[in-house]
């Protein structure tokens, strides 16, 4: 999962290529994973990119992978999609060339 501000590696992918993230919950909190378009709005998912949900997040300890094909170039963000998450710092740029 993200983590703390700055510390979260920018991931760069080609427009059309098929992605594989592995997320892992490492804390004692809930979250969720998602590409997003807008870091500030949670439910701006795209390409189902979205592991756990605010209303069903990734407990504890639980990991999984989620699968995806990139679309249209431009900066994205990757985020915590639980409320408030991604303003702690869980985000960072997912880049689309």
Known sequence: MPGQPGSNSDIKVKS????????????????????????????????NSAFGTPDNPMKPGK?????FVAGAPGTYHYICTVPGHAALGMDAKFIVQ
């Open 16 to 47: 059309g290529d098929t992605v594989t993230i592995h997320v892992k919950n490492d804390s004692k909190s809930y979250h969720a994973f998602g590409v997003v378009t807008d870091p500030t709005d949670p439910s701006s998912v795209v390409w």
């Open 63 to 67: 990991s999984g992978d989620v699968t």
